[in-house]
């Protein structure tokens, strides 16, 4: 009795830190596919910890609980596949158009998943049949003199054991394709996951041997436990240190929107005033003829900055941004399609070198489109008439957990002392320009966690600069 109770408490470790994991990343569906692992692993052990139980309760008992509770180890395999499914599905691990990851995804679909469940829940109800489980026999642990049941398995028992095996194939799947993963935290958690579930499955295997007792799976699940519950943390306070800094930059430029927003607030309520006077005094008859026209002067002036504080409230009153996961290859492609008239006027040649497929972030298809519409529109426009290299390239590359957007082109280039400044609102080096352009793509870009910044600049064109992180979590987005 305290033997099994010892083997049902480490097995319940697991599931406690796949409660916490929860905890901290609510609505995430890898959470949860996590935590169902967890309580297959809890599952697995308290499975062997009823076959210590022979003293305890009717062997009857014990084979029926032992049967009940082998749900944990047999849907532990399409639980690891649909674990596989959603690492692929929700972070798009990059691996350079490779012919083998094609068919991958091909393999890892909402089709096949449940055609695995369905083949899951067959071997399950095989062993409650004398063809996966005849019954069972008693037998000593390896060199103690401590006696437990241990399964007299049945002929088609094979199954079982073809199905379990798949569960270390889809873990060497998920090492490998971890590998691929652009966020840095994610990848080494998930590499240490998938390591360590491989040495539990080692360990676990031992079971199917006569008298070797759960010491080994015991001494797995601990070591499993611990070295996740390491990685996890370190992941968790890599990743919330990082969010945390970029909170504080948006605090800051929250609250200098806010002075903004106030200030523009009783400009606009001083305009007011005086656009009713100036048109009070226009109608006057004994006005002067100067007068009359200092006053159509005012009304001007009044109705220009009228114009201004109106761009300078949009620009800042942008709604709340909805991320949702999007590929940014489409995302640039589409923006080319809708500047393609522009690109025609000023004889461009654009270029889209698409490096990843596919290239996906929890972003706003919406806003980063109109973001790469106007830097096309910014380049086409920096290149003169005269110039004979009428070009603009996009790039894409992958560094960490960042991906990284550069837009190069051949206009005639900014001066360094102006790399910061074309960021600011309502400063354009065009007549007709308002010069919200930049602003407002430097601003989407915070509000997507990025940066935006001028790489290099000269006589022989520019290179633009976007980073974009892709977190995990949709919390942290």
């Known amino acids: 009795m305290v033997i099994a109770s010892l083997i049902i408490a480490i097995g319940l470790i697991p599931l406690v830190l796949a409660i916490n994991v929860l905890r901290i990343y609510k609505g995430s569906e890898l959470g949860i596919a996590l935590l169902l692992f967890m309580l297959s692993i809890s599952l697995w052990q308290i499975d062997i910890g009823v076959l210590y139980l022979k003293d305890f309760l009717p062997e009857n008992v014990i084979l029926l609980l032992f049967r009940l509770f082998r749900v944990g180890p047999t849907f532990i395999v399409p639980l690891t596949f649909y674990l596989t499914y959603l690492i692929i599905k929700k972070h798009a691990p990059n691996f350079k158009n490779t012919t083998w990851y094609k068919l991958t995804l091909s393999l890892f679909n909402t089709k096949v998943l449940c055609l695995f469940f369905v083949w899951t829940i067959a071997i399950y109800v095989l062993n409650w049949t004398k063809f996966g489980i005849e019954g069972l026999r008693v037998v000593n642990v390896l060199n103690t003199d401590t006696r437990l049941y241990f399964p007299t398995y049945g002929e088609f028992h094979s199954l079982y054991l073809l199905h379990t095996s798949i569960f270390l194939f889809l873990l060497i799947f998920i090492f490998i394709i971890s590998r691929g993963i652009q966020n840095v935290y994610l990848q080494s958690f998930l590499s240490t996951f998938s390591f360590c579930s491989m040495l539990l499955f080692v360990t676990g295997f031992l079971n199917f041997i006569p008298g070797t007792g759960a010491i080994f799976s015991s001494m797995g699940v601990i070591v499993f436990s611990s070295i996740i519950v390491f990685s996890f943390?370190?992941?968790?306070?890599?990743?919330?240190?990082?969010?945390?800094?970029?909170?504080?930059?948006?605090?800051?430029?929250?609250?200098?929107?806010?002075?903004?927003?106030?200030?523009?607030?009783?400009?606009?309520?001083?305009?007011?005033?005086?656009?009713?006077?100036?048109?009070?005094?226009?109608?006057?008859?004994?006005?002067?003829?100067?007068?009359?026209?200092?006053?159509?002067?005012?009304?001007?002036?009044t109705q220009q900055l009228e114009d201004l504080t109106h761009s300078y409230t949009e620009y800042l009153n942008t709604k709340t941004i909805e991320f949702k996961l999007t590929d940014l290859n489409e995302a640039i492609k589409e923006a080319i399609d809708i500047t393609s008239e522009i690109i025609k006027e000023n004889r461009v040649k654009v270029s889209f070198?698409?490096?990843?497929?596919?290239?996906?972030?929890?972003?706003?298809?919406?806003?980063?489109?109109?973001?790469?519409?106007?830097?096309?529109?910014?380049?086409?426009?920096?290149?003169?008439?005269?110039?004979?290299?009428?070009?603009?390239?996009?790039?894409?590359?992958?560094?960490?957990?960042?991906i990284i957007i550069d837009i190069s082109d051949t206009g005639e280039g900014i001066p360094i002392d102006q790399w910061e400044y074309i960021f600011d609102p309502f400063i354009s080096s065009k007549n007709a320009g308002m010069g919200v352009g930049l602003p407002f793509v430097r601003k989407i870009i915070f509000e997507h966690r990025g940066e935006i910044k001028v790489l290099e600049s000269s006589l022989k064109g520019t290179t633009l600069r976007i980073v974009l992180p892709q977190y995990e979590f949709s919390d942290f987005n």
């Not at 890599?238 to 200030?263: F, H, V």
């Not at 009783?266 to 008859?285: D, F, G, M, P």
């Not at 698409?354 to 972030?361: F, G, R």
């Open 353 to 402: 070198l698409e490096k990843y497929k596919p290239l996906k972030a929890y972003v706003s298809d919406t806003y980063l489109k109109q973001v790469f519409v106007n830097l096309i529109k910014n380049s086409c426009e920096s290149i003169n008439d005269e110039d004979k290299q009428r070009e603009i390239i996009i790039y894409t590359q992958i560094k960490d957990d960042q």
């Open 233 to 301: 943390v370190k992941m968790n306070n890599l990743i919330t240190l990082k969010y945390n800094r970029l909170i504080e930059r948006q605090k800051k430029l929250d609250y200098t929107g806010d002075i903004a927003t106030s200030l523009i607030h009783e400009v606009k309520n001083n305009l007011q005033i005086i656009k009713a006077y100036s048109k009070l005094l226009h109608r006057t008859a004994s006005l002067p003829k100067q007068s009359i026209e200092m006053v159509e002067m005012i009304q001007k002036s």
